[in-house]
């Protein structure tokens, strides 16, 4: 039993190697025992007869698992709404960030310098087809790392302000006894 998508972001079609249980070229087989296979494998849909998808190009078959939620798979036409293709992209992209990111930091704090962290990074996800464009990637894994810094800061910012508002109305609370 197979399904189409389209996955439009080069990073994440090669990130889908990772995610996959076993690829060859652009089928995917997808487990259930992964977060990944079971989003994708919930949101397949049944049809009759077949339906026809208008997928462009980049086009990704994920090859599904026998499974009870899938039982009854076999005896139709399988497929995936345009609006839940988008999902999956989403879906791929949030858990590439949060992979990235996790890797990223923790390599920082192995004390690796960033260069050897992209690269290892590059080699362990299977993705070495794309260090032409590390570049890209490094950009987007340092700016969600920034982000990340810039909302700890926010954070510690406003707790610093409140404990001091505290300490201010203590004060003043002293004074006036």
């Known amino acids: ?83 839940d293709q988008r999902k999956i992209e989403d879906f791929l992209k949030a858990t590439f960030n949060l992979d990235a990111d996790r890797y990223f930091l923790q390599g920082l704090r192995q004390g690796f310098q960033h260069k050897e962290i992209f690269e290892a990074f590059i080699i362990e996800r299977e993705m070495t087809d794309l260090m032409p464009d590390n570049e890209r990637l490094k950009k987007r894994i340092y700016r969600q790392s920034l982000n990340d810094v810039h909302g700890m800061v926010k954070k510690l910012c406003r707790s610093a302000r409140l404990r001091n508002l505290e300490i201010q109305t203590n004060i003043r609370g002293q004074l006036i006894n």
């Open 1 to 83: 039993m197979t399904v189409n998508t389209e996955i439009k972001d080069p990073i994440l079609r090669r990130y889908l190697v990772h995610l996959s249980q076993h690829s060859e070229g652009s089928i995917h087989k997808i487990s259930r025992e992964s977060d990944f296979g079971k989003y994708v494998t919930s949101l397949v849909k049944y049809s009759n007869e077949p339906v026809n998808q208008n997928l462009e190009k980049d086009v990704i078959t994920f090859r599904l698992p026998k499974s009870r939620s899938l039982i009854s798979a076999e005896n139709y036409h399988l497929y995936i709404k345009k609006e």
